[in-house]
């Protein structure tokens, strides 16, 4: 079982308090997401599949001291997450972007492997171009 990295609880945007039912969980290979009170959901995003982070600090949560991180991904149930209103932003941010990046080396993953659209060829052999009627 990967160590834990980080933990925290999603806030109010006003006053910053953690009166939510949404817990973020950070590990060394993964980023766990549970909520709810009386139907729970946990969401699991392998931190490899993450391509893209973007901060956003909005004035209202700056005077909280409050961010959210807006992560695309590759993965097909989730291909946007956002760690919403959470403490020291910034910094969790920098974590999970080395974990992102360690974690994409000793998997072998590339971002290129994911940089494509649906239906595109993806070994290049123009497959979808040639005609498959044999006459």
Not at 37 to 50: A, D, H, P, V
Not at 68 to 93: H, R
Request: charge should be negative; glycine fraction near 4%; charged fraction near 35%.
């Amino acid at each position: 079982m990967a160590n834990q990295v980080w933990r925290a609880r999603k806030r109010l945007k006003f006053f910053g308090l953690p009166w939510t039912f949404t817990v973020y969980t950070l590990n060394e290979d993964k980023l766990l997401i549970d909520s709810g009170f009386f139907n729970r959901k946990q969401e699991e995003i392998r931190l490899y599949r993450i391509l893209d982070m973007t901060l956003d600090r909005s004035f209202g949560q700056r005077i909280f001291g409050l961010g959210s991180i807006i992560c695309n991904t590759s993965d097909q149930t989730t291909p946007v997450l956002e760690i919403k209103n959470v403490k020291k932003s910034k910094e969790v941010k920098e974590i999970l972007s080395d974990l992102v990046e360690k974690e994409r080396v000793s998997k072998r993953v590339s971002a290129r492997e994911y940089m494509h659209e649906h239906g595109d060829d993806f070994d290049n052999d123009l497959d979808e171009d040639i005609d498959h009627d044999l006459h």
